[in-house]
């Protein structure tokens, strides 16, 4: 009897567990009064497909549209070596570094000087954040997610699920070239 009593009271533990879970919710306003969190906060992400809408080869500037549609700028790193070999059009995976800007904001505004609000163009929100691993997920105004590694300057303490994410700058640091 004893053997058949903890098999099913830790199924049925088990499966009330499983019921108490949600997923993250980056559609939340954070709490405490808009302001900037943090500046510059640098972020990494190597797995990012994208196409090469077009190419500035002599300043090394690549913009690209992303698979959720964001279309972005980013400058190439001279460590690239095979920059040469893309061409627009092209699918590629690279890895992206990325300076970000986030808000704890109220209605996408910021109040600005003189009783100015100020509208901040955010591309995504947090969606969870976790300090040991430095690892931010964002969730872009699409619901598409993406998990990036944070530098270990980042004060991911401080910020939480709803605050607003700005793209300040992206640079690519690797290119992979896809088949077509």
Not at 25 to 39: K, T, Y
Not at 138 to 145: A, H, K, W
Request: proline content about 6%; charged content about 20%.
């Amino acid at each position: 009897m004893k053997k058949l009593v903890f098999p099913l009271l830790t199924s049925a533990i088990a499966l009330i567990m499983t019921g108490c879970w949600t997923p993250p919710n980056a559609n939340v306003q954070p709490p405490g009064e808009p302001r900037l969190i943090q500046s510059g906060v640098s972020a990494s992400n190597n797995h990012v497909r994208a196409t090469v809408q077009s190419i500035e080869a002599a300043q090394r500037v690549l913009n690209l549209k992303l698979a959720d549609g964001t279309a972005i700028t980013c400058t190439v790193n001279p460590s690239v070596v095979n920059f040469d070999q893309v061409q627009a059009a092209d699918p590629i995976k690279v890895a992206l570094t990325v300076k970000l800007a986030v808000y704890v904001l109220k209605d996408g505004r910021l109040p600005g000087a003189g009783g100015k609000e100020e509208v901040i163009p955010f591309i995504a929100k947090v969606q969870s954040v976790d300090p040991s691993y430095r690892l931010l997920k964002v969730q872009f105004l699409n619901g598409q997610t993406a998990e990036l590694k944070a530098s270990l300057d980042t004060n991911l303490l401080e910020m939480q699920a709803g605050d607003a994410v700005v793209l300040q700058s992206a640079e690519a640091t690797e290119i992979h070239i896809e088949k077509k």
